[in-house]
């Protein structure tokens, strides 16, 4: 492209030299024009007496120092405007090819191998679902009965229900007793796998201690179906004939029942 663009210059530049020296003729100009071709140099003075001591050296007139003087002055234009143009073309050859051409688009990669797949358990709880429920008594002495109940949504048929219980309780009498404390859902007690309890004895052969204790106890309850689960906290007797004891639940201090829906289980 620069080379193109560099012959064109001379073609253009070569025509007005061309033309230029081929309109006037030296012979019929008037002595009065050298003075305006003199004025083309810095010097006019200088560059004249230079080429009058040449045309005494080669015995030539003022008409012949006139003609060398503007062939002079039409080559110094040339080498100018020849000089001028190149720079003006290479330069904007230059900013052109400095851009580049854009090369071809490369190669596609092979495909990557196949990532694991990692598959959510289908018991996954979307998200976070529980639920307590907090009362406060100042003695609750029933030795046999239904304690507190908690309804609770459950969102899917396959996840476990967790449950909790906080709160005080106390066992007296004389001699050997026992009781204990147990959740059932929907009327029954968990069993999947078992139950979820707490048993509390005491034995004290002499005498009656009132020993009143914050105590707590928690489990895993499954295959409770999906939609409202009634959360039961009841108190009862101990298996294997123990005596019914004096039963006490809550002494002065806050009790709660908590759930949470949670995944199922690892096989």
């Given at each position: 492209?620069?080379?193109?663009?560099?012959?064109?210059?001379?073609?253009?530049?070569?025509?007005?030299?061309?033309?230029?020296?081929?309109?006037?003729?030296?012979?019929?100009?008037?002595?009065?024009?050298?003075?305006?071709?003199?004025?083309?140099?810095?010097?006019?003075?200088?560059?004249?007496?230079?080429?009058?001591?040449?045309?005494?050296?080669?015995?030539?007139?003022?008409?012949?120092?006139?003609?060398?003087?503007?062939?002079?002055?039409?080559?110094?234009?040339?080498?100018?405007?020849?000089?001028?143009?190149?720079?003006?073309?290479?330069g904007r050859a230059d900013s052109q090819e400095?851009?580049?051409?854009?090369?071809?688009?490369?190669?596609?990669?092979?495909?990557?191998?196949?990532?694991?797949?990692?598959?959510?358990?289908?018991?996954?709880?979307?998200?976070?679902?529980?639920?307590?429920?907090?009362?406060?008594?100042?003695?609750?002495?029933?030795?046999?009965?239904?304690?507190?109940?908690?309804?609770?949504?459950?969102?899917?048929?396959?996840?476990?229900?967790?449950?909790?219980?906080?709160?005080?309780?106390?066992?007296?009498?004389?001699?050997?007793?026992?009781?204990?404390?147990?959740?059932?859902?929907?009327?029954?007690?968990?069993?999947?796998?078992?139950?979820?309890?707490?048993?509390?004895?005491?034995?004290?052969?002499?005498?009656?201690p009132g020993l009143l204790h914050h105590r707590?106890?928690?489990?895993?309850?499954?295959?409770?179906?999906?939609?409202?689960?009634?959360?039961?906290?009841?108190?009862?007797?101990?298996?294997?004939?123990?005596?019914?004891?004096?039963?006490?639940?809550?002494?002065?201090?806050?009790?709660?029942?908590?759930?949470?829906?949670?995944?199922?289980?690892?096989?």
């Open positions: 492209m620069a080379q193109f663009m560099y012959f064109a210059a001379l073609i253009m530049l070569s025509g007005t030299r061309d033309s230029a020296e081929t309109t006037t003729n030296p012979q019929q100009q008037n002595t009065g024009d050298t003075k305006d071709v003199y004025q083309v140099f810095q010097d006019p003075m200088a560059c004249r007496e230079c080429l009058a001591s040449q045309g005494r050296k080669d015995h030539m007139g003022e008409m012949e120092l006139k003609d060398r003087l503007v062939t002079r002055v039409r080559k110094e234009c040339w080498d100018k405007g020849v000089r001028k143009a190149m720079k003006g073309l290479v400095t851009r580049g051409v854009s090369g071809d688009q490369g190669i596609k990669g092979d495909k990557g191998e196949k990532g694991e797949s990692v598959t959510s358990p289908s018991s996954a709880v979307p998200q976070t679902n529980w639920k307590q429920c907090v009362w406060k008594n100042l003695n609750d002495d029933r030795d046999s009965s239904k304690i507190k109940d908690c309804s609770f949504n459950k969102l899917q048929s396959d996840t476990a229900i967790k449950v909790a219980f906080q709160g005080n309780m106390r066992v007296s009498g004389s001699s050997s007793k026992c009781n204990r404390w147990f959740f059932k859902f929907n009327g029954n007690e968990c069993s999947g796998p078992m139950t979820i309890e707490a048993v509390v004895y005491n034995y004290w052969p002499s005498g009656s707590s106890f928690e489990g895993y309850c499954e295959n409770i179906p999906q939609g409202t689960v009634r959360v039961e906290l009841w108190v009862g007797s101990c298996p294997s004939g123990h005596t019914l004891g004096d039963a006490y639940t809550g002494w002065h201090s806050v009790s709660r029942i908590m759930i949470e829906e949670v995944s199922g289980p690892q096989p």
